[in-house]
DNA sequence: AAGATGACTAACT
DNA sequence: AAGTTAGCCATCT
């Protein structure tokens, strides 16, 4: 065994851009998650710049539900007058989620609600 | 090779 | 309410 002291600790960058990449494909249609809380899940504390890097590198060949990401203000990471930025909040919108200005409400639109809705409605 | 950068955030002014 | 600071750390110059 090469490896000996190769604890849950020492990750290489490819498995934490995996578990970020894991955490995010996770994300049900018409929810949010900032980034910061996708860093907590993935098990990676304190690291949410980290999710967008591994956004920003995930292989398309994935299709990653990215644009569910958003910062822990509930607004989008992009300029709203960017391509980007614009593609985002279509995207969000058209799986029903609401934006009360520039910002959505994490609250309501958490991935922990989903049941709620379904069963209470929004 | 060292310094800047950023799809971030929480905690302070 | 809005700006600053410190922590973050892989990438990019």
Redesign the pocket.
């Known amino acids: 065994m090469v490896r000996a002291n190769q604890g849950a600790e020492a990750q290489t ?1 490819e498995e ?2 995996r578990r970020i990449w894991e955490v995010v494909e996770g994300i049900p249609e018409g929810c949010v998650l ?4 996708v860093a907590r899940l993935a098990g990676l504390p ?8 591994a ?4 292989p398309k060949k994935r299709a990653l539900p ?2 569910r ?5 509930g607004q989008i ?2 300029a709203a007058d960017s391509a ?1 930025g614009q593609r ?1 909040r279509k995207l969000l919108e058209a799986e029903g989620v609401e934006f009360d200005g520039d910002a959505i409400d994490l609250d309501r639109f958490n991935p922990e609600r989903a049941l709620d809705r379904l069963l209470w409605g929004p």
């Open positions: 960058q934490r851009f900032n980034y910061g809380e304190g690291r949410a710049r980290l999710v967008g890097r956004l920003a590198r995930a990215w644009h990401v958003v910062n822990a203000q990471s992009f980007r985002q």
